[in-house]
């Protein structure tokens, strides 16, 4: 295959574009954020030097102003951002959640209703509902167990590193190696899915696990891999929160005769509440935004769907955008309570400390 350079002219050309416009970004955020702060904090230290040695009094608020101009400088940006990038959607999402599928006419509570009041949506929201009661309460408990029984174990840090692996996969990569575990080929042909040649060994039947195989099967199968990435996230925040109770606190527990079981209940767990909270929550915000991982394995089929991936569905598949917009905005709204008890646990761990 011969290369011809006139034919190739036009890519070189944008990405030599492309490396000037990454040099000049870059280079334009080094001015902003170093070099200009750093003459500007120069030259008012000059002036406080040269207004010492004068003898001039300084006022309290002198170069109060600049700075204030300055730092809204900084922020401006980042709200900019944030307002096109949030406020602005949510704004958005909320006035199509009132109107028809086309947002050609306003509708009321129809898609509300709608939400509420269709078989299959019901399900949705229940399944919405099993993920977030299981899946915090498994993957936190798991997450500490794992935190105690590592602890100053001999080779702690590799035992970490494994558990902690599968938060630095991808929810799509997560599924995808989950969807082999789970794969299903007819009896007379050799399975490739573990948890079907378990079964085969034990002289049971391949099942296709994913289709459903009694109440909910499919979405319990499903929540174990959440359960999988969180534990090792839960399992890291929560190990460090052991490591920093006082060691004058456990030792004068254990000459006092406490048990590990009295230890872990009146040493441990309390000492360690402000990180199981963080970790509930964080989880349960993950959980509530869920979507990759129904959406590889099963794209929502046999009753697995839940309220992140039926929102797409509606609303880029089947062109309801009322409803999708419906979906949001209440998955929006189920949101806001966790991260205002959050915001009120950090404001009271702050006052207390």
Do not use: C
Request: hydrophobic content about 55%; proline content about 3%.
């Amino acid at each position: 295959m011969n290369f011809d350079l006139a034919d190739q002219a036009d890519k070189f050309v944008m990405l030599l574009g492309g490396l000037v416009a990454f040099v000049v970004l870059v280079g334009g955020l080094l001015l902003v954020l170093d070099v200009i702060p750093t003459r500007l904090a120069t030259r008012r230290e000059a002036r406080l030097a040269a207004a010492a040695d004068a003898g001039v009094p300084i006022a309290a608020g002198a170069g109060r102003g600049r700075e204030g101009w300055l730092a809204a400088g900084f922020l401006a940006p980042a709200l900019l951002l944030l307002a096109i990038g949030l406020i602005f959607p949510a704004v958005r999402t909320t006035i199509l959640s009132f109107m028809n599928r086309d947002s050609s006419a306003f509708v009321g509570f129809d898609n509300y209703t709608w939400m509420f009041g269709q078989p299959d949506i019901q399900a949705v929201l229940l399944n919405t509902l099993i993920w977030v009661l299981v899946v915090p309460t498994l993957a936190t408990t798991i997450g500490l167990i794992y935190a105690i029984l590592v602890d100053k174990a001999r080779g702690e840090a590799v035992a970490k590193a494994l558990i902690f692996l599968p938060m630095s996969i991808s929810f799509v990569g997560a599924s995808i190696i989950w969807k082999f575990v789970y794969a299903y080929r007819s009896g007379e042909q050799d399975q490739i899915g573990l948890l079907n040649q378990i079964v085969v060994w034990f002289g049971g039947e391949p099942q296709q696990w994913l289709l459903g195989q009694g109440y909910k099967l499919n979405t319990l199968l499903l929540i174990v891999i959440m359960i999988w990435i969180q534990a090792g996230f839960a399992m890291v925040i929560l190990s460090a929160a052991i490591k920093a109770i006082p060691a004058e606190i456990v030792e004068a527990a254990r000459i006092d005769g406490t048990n590990a079981w009295q230890m872990f209940w009146r040493i441990t767990l309390p000492a360690i509440r402000p990180a199981v909270i963080v970790v509930v929550v964080t989880i349960t915000i993950a959980t509530l935004k869920v979507f990759d991982i129904v959406r590889t394995m099963t794209n929502g089929n046999y009753e697995t769907s839940v309220i992140a991936n039926e929102m797409y569905n509606q609303s880029f598949r089947y062109g309801e955008t009322g409803h999708g917009s419906a979906l949001a905005v209440f998955l929006f709204v189920l949101v806001i309570p966790i991260v205002i008890f959050q915001i009120r646990n950090i404001r009271k761990q702050r006052s207390e400390a």
